[in-house]
């Protein structure tokens, strides 16, 4: 299945917005796992190993690993605040 358009879900307020990811997000979201690294190696999770720098984002978001996953931002004011993967 390809998806031609980029997924974008907004809240009623449009203040929160759930965006899929593109390059031009790599930076905001390495440094958002960069600041959590803590938070994120609790309780096994992986997201803090798996992207040990910039070029790792990048290329998660230009090569995913699934094809079946959209992998998309949750922006809140114009901050990336976290991200939610759907898999279909």
């Given at each position: 299945m390809v998806i031609n358009e980029s997924?974008?879900?907004?809240?009623?307020?449009?203040?929160?917005?759930?965006l899929e990811f593109t390059p031009q997000d790599s930076r905001a979201l390495f440094e958002l796992i960069d600041e959590n690294r803590d938070y994120l190696s609790q309780l096994g999770?992986?997201?803090?190993?798996?992207?040990?720098?910039?070029?790792?984002?990048?290329?998660?978001?230009t090569h995913p690993n699934n094809p079946k996953e959209i992998r998309t931002g949750i922006?809140?004011?114009?901050?990336?605040?976290?991200?939610a993967n759907i898999t279909f």
């Amino acid at each position: 299945m390809v998806i031609n358009e980029s997924l974008v879900l907004r809240t009623l307020n449009k203040d929160v917005l759930l965006l899929e990811f593109t390059p031009q997000d790599s930076r905001a979201l390495f440094e958002l796992i960069d600041e959590n690294r803590d938070y994120l190696s609790q309780l096994g999770n992986m997201t803090a190993f798996r992207y040990p720098d910039f070029s790792s984002v990048l290329l998660s978001i230009t090569h995913p690993n699934n094809p079946k996953e959209i992998r998309t931002g949750i922006w809140w004011d114009g901050t990336l605040t976290g991200s939610a993967n759907i898999t279909f």
